[in-house]
């Protein structure tokens, strides 16, 4: 078992040798509860740190608690007014099907809070599958234009069970295809944050006026936003 909790997270770098098979494990995430009033909700950016074998279901700690999964949809177009500091709007689609399998690479929005009338949770969440020890691929969306409106924003994730350097490992994003950026969602800043990724490939790389990351380590289990500017894969 890969271990969370509140304040530090377990990691685990492996490599699986040519012609092997991916372990089994159990990984667990710490995501903050939404604090305040009830009427508000904290946000997170996330993924499952398992690379295979992860459903909806592992996002709901229990009927006593809520909870919201959403996926992202980068073919729905954008307003053309759209305020530059939020450009993702629109396009969120809530993950119904409890049963539905979420590979390791795809992002999610997702709020929780305890039921005030039942009982509180500790905020960590258990994911059991096949864990990734290589490079992984998964084909984004690119709608064929990437004019005004067009949106091409894919929200994907860490699938490892480890932290990834955004500079030191700059391999792992060359990727022709996609803007030479990630954006991730700050929940105590109210806004998204912004990191140039050296390699990458195609686009400018503007930030939109976005602040910068305090880290470039991209965490277990953290999703984040690219854009692609041609079909691509990462």
Same mark, same amino acid.
Request: charged share 15%.
């Given at each position: 078992?890969?271990?969370?909790?509140?304040?530090?997270?377990?990691?685990?770098?492996?490599?699986?040798?040519?012609?092997?098979?991916?372990?089994?494990?159990?990984?667990?995430?710490?995501?903050?509860?939404?604090?305040?009033?009830?009427?508000?909700?904290?946000?997170?950016?996330?993924?499952?740190?398992?690379?295979?074998?992860?459903?909806?279901?592992?996002?709901?700690?229990?009927?006593?608690?809520?909870?919201?999964?959403?996926?992202?949809?980068?073919?729905?177009?954008?307003?053309?007014?759209?305020?530059?500091?939020?450009?993702?709007?629109?396009?969120?689609?809530?993950?119904?099907?409890?049963?539905?399998?979420?590979?390791?690479?795809?992002?999610? !929005?997702?709020?929780?809070?305890?039921?005030?009338?039942?009982?509180?949770?500790?905020?960590? !969440?258990?994911?059991?599958?096949?864990?990734?020890?290589?490079?992984?691929?998964?084909?984004?969306?690119?709608?064929?234009?990437?004019?005004?409106?067009?949106?091409?924003?894919?929200?994907?994730?860490?699938?490892?069970?480890?932290?990834?350097?955004?500079?030191?490992?700059?391999?792992?994003?060359?990727?022709?295809?996609?803007?030479?950026?990630?954006?991730?969602?700050?929940?105590?800043?109210?806004?998204?944050?912004?990191?140039?990724?050296?390699?990458?490939?195609?686009?400018?790389?503007?930030?939109?006026?976005?602040?910068? !990351?305090?880290?470039?380590?991209?965490?277990?289990?953290?999703?984040?936003?690219?854009?692609?500017?041609?079909?691509?894969?990462?």
């Amino acid at each position: 078992v890969i271990e969370s909790n509140s304040t530090e997270a377990g990691s685990l770098i492996f490599t699986t040798p040519a012609g092997g098979t991916d372990p089994q494990a159990t990984v667990q995430l710490y995501i903050p509860v939404s604090t305040g009033d009830g009427t508000t909700l904290d946000w997170h950016n996330v993924g499952s740190p398992v690379w295979s074998g992860a459903t909806a279901a592992d996002f709901y700690i229990g009927e006593d608690n809520d909870a919201w999964l959403m996926g992202y949809d980068p073919t729905v177009q954008l307003p053309l007014n759209y305020d530059p500091l939020n450009p993702f709007l629109g396009a969120w689609l809530p993950e119904t099907d409890l049963n539905a399998p979420l590979p390791g690479a795809r992002g999610h !929005f997702f709020a929780w809070r305890n039921n005030p009338t039942t009982r509180d949770n500790t905020g960590i !969440f258990t994911f059991t599958g096949t864990i990734a020890g290589e490079q992984e691929q998964e084909v984004l969306t690119y709608t064929g234009s990437s004019g005004p409106g067009d949106n091409n924003f894919n929200l994907i994730a860490n699938p490892f069970t480890c932290g990834i350097d955004l500079v030191v490992e700059e391999n792992v994003w060359q990727t022709e295809g996609i803007e030479p950026a990630v954006w991730i969602w700050d929940q105590v800043a109210g806004n998204y944050r912004y990191e140039s990724v050296p390699g990458s490939g195609g686009g400018s790389g503007d930030n939109g006026n976005y602040p910068q !990351f305090a880290t470039d380590i991209i965490a277990m289990g953290q999703g984040l936003f690219v854009r692609t500017v041609a079909n691509a894969t990462h």
